[in-house]
């Protein structure tokens, strides 16, 4: 004579502790394929294009201050971008 439903008490496969372990895989399932998304859809950007982009004038400045032009073209390529 068997009292109190057997193997499963009652609540066949789904106990309500497997809910909420179903709940919590599903949750993380989800959450990793929305990291994983993220990740290759900024694959390949550098720090600075994903904050914003440099201005013209932060451009010009670091050429100049590279070397790259003289003060001359420095000023009139300000002159312009101004």
Known sequence: M???GG???GWGMMNPVMWIFMLLF???AIFGLICA???LANRGKSGKEK???ESSLDILKK???RGEIGK???ERMR???E
């Open 7 to 9: 193997m499963m008490d």
């Open 63 to 65: 050429r100049y201050a």
């Open 37 to 39: 998304f993220r990740e």
């Open 2 to 4: 068997m009292h109190g």
């Open 26 to 28: 599903w949750g993380f």
């Open 72 to 74: 001359e073209e420095f």
């Open 51 to 53: 904050e914003a982009q």
């Open 79 to 81: 002159k312009d971008l």
